[in-house]
C-alpha cells in the first residue's frame, strides 16, 4: 500500500502540478531530539562521537551518552571542575585514549571516565601525580591521540618529552595541532607558529590578518586540519573563517561576519558547515560558494530561527544540531526529498500562508487538496495518466470532510509530509523501500543481567565483580556456576531508523549456527539475547548487525568471552584430587590383596612345611623310638641307664641334672662332659628332649589335654611346655596335635 500511494503522490506532483519543481536552497527537514527522548536538558554545548560509535552531547551541566537509542546522562559537579585560567572560549570536548574525555569551558577543566561513567574528582592530584608542580592553565589534544599542558609559562608533552617555552602575555596560545614532524601553535594574535617536534626549533610564523585586525578575531580560536592545511574559525568583535595552506605557508580569508561563528564541521564531500547566531551556513570549499539557512523546519511543521551552537555528522551521514535552548535537531539526506512547488506551478489562488491550505488522505491511500473552500482530487485513470480534478464538498470522502490536516501541514500514510506556506507547497517525499544508511560500527555491548537482575560495573556478585567497567569496554565475563541465567543487550548505533536492525548471533558451544533475532527480541534497535541453564564452560558470543536481513560484513561483528566457572568438586583440581583417591584407594587395595595372598601363601607354605616337618618328627620318633640306643656302640649301656632313669623320672617336675648325675654315680662336670661327647647335648637339654618326645608321643594318642600332657612329662605348665615344643619342633603342641589328625 505505502508503494501504492508513494506513486499516487508522485503522479499527483509531476502531472498534475506541471513540474517536480525545484530544489530549495534549504532542503533539510529536521527531527527535534530533546528532553522529551531522555536528554538531561536542552541547551547543548558540544557533540562528538566516540570510537565505538555512540555520542557523546555536552549540556550546560551534563554528559550524556547516546546509544542509539537511550540516553545516559551524568551531572557535572562543583567537585569535578578545575580552574583553567588560559582558556576562555566556549565549551570544547577533547578525547584522550578511547575512555577518557577531556571538557574544557571558560576557565573550567573537567574529565569524564568512560569505563567506570563519572567525573573523575580530583584532577588537581590527579595532575601532581604527572609529575606537574604548577597549575595547569590549559590542555589540549593532537591528532596523534597525544595530551599537551600548558602550565608554568611552557607548552609541555610527556611522551615526546616536549618543552616549550610560550611567549608572554598578551600573546597566548588558543589552539594546537601536529602531524608526525611538526607541530602548529595558533595564538590569540591570529598568528600560526610551526616547531620541530624534534628539539623544538621554531621552523616559521605566518598571521591570518594584519596585526591592526587583532582585535578582531582574538577571543577564541577552532583549528581542522585537512589535507595539506588547516581551517581555522575565529571569533572576536567579529567572526572569520580562514584557511592556512602548510606547503606554500599562506593563509585564505574565507568568510568574514559581523557576529560570531559558533562551531566548524568538515564532512567527507569537502564542504563547511559553520554555527551562528541564526541558523547555520554551507561552503562550498572548492568553490567557495556560501549558503546560510537561517530557518529550520521541523517535521511538526514549526519553523525554527534559533542560534545552533554546534553542529555534528555522525558514521551514517546525518547531521546533528545543538541548539542552545531547544534541544538537538537531526538531519539525514536520505530521509526525506524535498520538492518546492510555487505559484506559479499551478492554477491554485492561495493568497495566504497557512491555514488557508489544507491536505487529506482517505482510506484508499488518495490525495485531497482543500484550498480556500475549493477541493480538488488526484486522479488515475487506467492508463495511469493522473489529473487534479475539482470536486464538491459532497464528493469530498466522509472521513475528511472535518478531517483535513490542520495548519497547512499533512503527513501521509507513506510517511510524505506535505507544507503549505506563503511561496506555495513544500512536498517532503518518503519512500518506505529506501535503504537504511549502512552501518560503520560494530554493535555495542550496552547491559548485562543476571537472573533478571542489571549488573552494575565494578559491584560484586556472589564474591565475584562480573564487569569491572561499563559494558562497552567489557569483553571478558566470568561467572560461577549458579550465575547461568543471562541476558546479554546490544544496540546497532543505528541512528537513521533504529527498528529497521537486523540481528543475528551465536553463543559457540550451545547455537551450532548464527540465530536470527525475531522482533520479539528486539525494542526500538536493542538486542536482547537470552540464555538459560548454561553448563559450565567458555564460551565466545558473537553478535552482529545490518540493515538488510541478507547482507552481513564480518567487520560489524561484536565478541565476548564468557565463562562459567564449574562448583568446585567440578574443577580440573578436583577432578585430578579424585584421580589420586582412586589410584591411591586402587594401590591400597593391591598392596592388601598382596599381603593377604602373600601372608596366605606363606601361611600354606607353613602348614606345608609344618606337616612334612611333622610327619618327619613321627617317622624319627619311631627311629628313636624312645631314643633307645644301639646296643652295638660301647657307650649304649651308659646313655640307655640315662634316659630309662629320665623316663622313670618324668612325672617329677623337679627331676634335675643334679638329680640324674647322682642315679649314674657321676658328678655333674663328667656327666656334662660325657653327653656332650656322645651325643652333642647339654645334661639339661637331654633331660628335656626325652620329655619333647614323650609329650610327642601322648600328643599324637590324642587321648590327654596339652595340660595333662604337661604334668606327666614333668613340664611345670602348658606355657612352658608349648614354649620348648615350639622351639624343638616349630610348631605349637596343639597344631602338632592337628596336623597328625590331618596327615591322618
Request: include cysteine.
Amino acid at each position: 500500500m505505502y508503494c501504492c500511494n508513494f506513486k499516487k503522490t508522485l503522479l499527483f506532483l509531476s502531472l498534475v502540478l506541471g513540474v517536480l519543481g525545484k530544489m530549495l536552497a534549504n532542503d533539510f527537514l529536521f527531527t527535534p531530539v530533546n528532553t522529551s527522548n531522555g536528554l538531561s536538558d536542552n541547551h547543548i554545548r558540544y557533540i562528538m562521537e566516540i570510537p565505538d560509535g555512540r555520542l557523546v552531547f555536552t549540556t550546560q551541566t551534563h554528559i550524556n551518552l547516546f546509544d542509539g537509542v537511550h540516553f545516559s546522562h551524568y551531572a557535572r559537579k562543583p567537585e569535578h571542575r578545575y580552574p583553567l585560567e588560559a582558556y576562555s572560549g566556549f565549551t570544547h570536548l577533547y578525547l584522550q585514549g578511547d575512555s577518557l574525555l577531556w571538557l574544557k569551558d571558560h576557565h573550567q577543566l573537567s574529565a569524564f571516565d568512560l569505563k567506570k561513567e563519572q567525573f573523575v574528582n580530583d584532577l588537581e592530584q590527579y595532575f601532581v601525580q604527572q609529575g606537574l608542580t604548577e597549575p595547569v592553565d590549559d590542555l589540549f589534544t593532537d591528532q596523534q591521540d597525544r595530551l599537551w599542558l600548558v602550565s608554568g609559562g611552557q607548552l609541555l608533552q610527556e611522551d615526546l618529552q616536549f618543552k616549550l617555552d610560550l611567549p608572554p602575555s598578551p600573546q597566548h596560545l588558543q589552539d594546537l595541532a601536529s602531524d608526525h614532524k611538526h607541530l602548529y601553535l595558533f595564538f590569540n594574535t591570529g598568528e600560526a607558529s610551526c616547531y620541530q617536534l624534534n628539539g623544538g626549533q621554531r621552523l616559521y610564523t605566518r598571521a591570518a590578518y594584519p596585526a591592526a585586525e587583532s582585535s578582531n578575531f582574538d577571543n577564541t580560536s577552532l583549528i581542522i586540519p585537512k589535507g595539506e592545511g588547516f581551517y581555522q574559525l575565529r571569533n572576536g568583535s567579529k567572526g572569520g573563517f580562514f584557511h592556512f595552506d602548510v606547503p606554500t605557508r599562506k593563509w585564505t580569508r574565507i568568510m568574514e561576519k559581523d557576529y560570531t561563528l559558533n562551531t566548524l564541521m568538515i564532512t567527507g564531500d569537502n564542504k563547511a558547515y559553520i554555527t551562528c547566531v541564526q541558523g547555520f551556513w554551507i561552503i562550498d570549499l572548492d568553490s567557495h560558494e556560501q549558503q546560510h539557512l537561517p530557518a529550520l523546519r521541523t517535521q511538526r511543521g514549526k519553523v525554527l530561527a534559533t542560534e545552533i551552537s554546534t553542529i555534528y555528522q555522525d558514521h551514517q551521514e546525518a547531521l546533528w544540531l545543538g541548539t542552545f535552548s531547544r534541544g538537538l535537531l537531526y538531519h539525514h539526506p536520505h530521509r526525506y526529498h524535498l520538492l518546492s512547488l510555487d505559484k506559479t506551478d499551478t492554477s491554485l489562488s492561495w493568497k495566504h500562508p497557512g491555514p488557508t491550505t489544507y491536505f487529506g488522505e482517505d482510506r484508499s491511500g488518495n490525495i485531497y487538496l482543500n484550498d480556500r473552500g475549493k477541493n480538488y482530487q488526484l486522479n488515475v485513470d487506467t492508463s495511469g495518466k493522473s489529473q487534479l480534478l475539482p470536486i464538491s464538498p459532497t464528493q469530498v470522502p466522509k472521513e475528511l470532510q472535518r478531517e483535513y490536516g490542520s495548519d497547512a501541514a499533512f503527513s501521509a500514510s507513506d510517511g510524505s509530509l506535505y507544507f503549505a506556506d506563503k511561496d506555495g507547497y513544500s512536498v517532503y517525499l518518503s519512500h518506505p523501500d529506501l535503504p537504511t544508511p549502512a552501518l560503520s560500527h560494530p554493535p555495542v555491548f550496552t547491559a548485562f543481567y543476571l537472573q533478571g537482575e542489571k549488573i552494575l560495573p565494578n559491584k560484586s556478585y556472589h564474591s565475584r565483580v562480573v564487569l569491572p567497567s561499563h559494558p562497552p569496554y567489557v569483553n571478558h565475563i566470568e561467572l560461577n556456576h549458579k550465575q547461568n541465567f543471562i541476558i546479554l543487550e546490544f544496540s546497532a548505533l543505528n541512528y537513521f531508523d533504529p527498528k529497521r536492525t537486523h540481528y543475528r548471533y551465536q553463543l559457540e558451544g550451545i547455537d551450532e549456527n548464527w540465530v536470527y533475532a525475531t522482533h520479539n527480541q528486539q525494542s526500538n534497535g536493542i538486542l536482547q539475547a537470552h540464555y538459560t541453564n548454561l553448563p559450565p564452560n567458555e564460551y565466545r558470543f558473537k553478535v552482529a548487525a545490518s540493515v538488510a536481513p541478507d547482507r552481513w560484513d564480518e567487520k560489524n561483528t561484536t565478541s565476548i568471552q564468557l565463562v562459567i566457572h564449574a562448583p568446585w568438586w567440578k574443577t580440573p583440581w578436583a577432578y585430578l584430587i579424585y584421580t589420586l583417591l582412586i589410584l591411591l584407594i586402587t594401590y591400597a587395595a593391591l598392596r592388601l590383596y598382596v599381603y593377604q595372598t602373600k601372608k596366605r601363601l606363606e601361611r600354606k607354605n607353613k602348614e606345608d612345611l609344618l606337616l612334612e616337618r611333622i610327619r618327619s618328627l613321627i617317622e624319627a620318633t619311631a627311629t628313636e623310638d624312645n631314643t633307645k640306643p644301639d646296643q652295638n656302640q660301647p657307650e649304649s649301656p651308659f646313655i640307655a641307664q640315662a634316659v630309662q632313669l629320665v623316663e622313670q623320672n618324668l612325672h617329677l617336675p623337679g627331676y634335675s641334672v643334679e638329680q640324674l648325675s647322682r642315679d649314674l654315680c657321676m658328678d655333674r662336670t663328667g656327666l656334662y662332659r660325657k653327653l656332650v661327647t656322645l651325643l652333642d647335648q647339654s645334661p639339661s637339654l637331654f633331660i628335656r628332649n626325652i620329655r619333647l618326645q614323650r609329650a610327642a608321643q601322648l600328643l599324637l594318642q590324642g587321648q590327654l589335654s596339652i595340660a595333662e600332657v604337661a604334668e606327666q612329662t614333668g613340664f611345670s605348665s602348658s606355657s612352658y611346655l608349648s614354649k620348648c615344643f615350639q622351639e624343638r619342633y616349630g610348631c605349637r603342641p596343639s597344631e602338632y596335635a592337628k596336623t597328625k589328625e590331618n596327615a591322618r
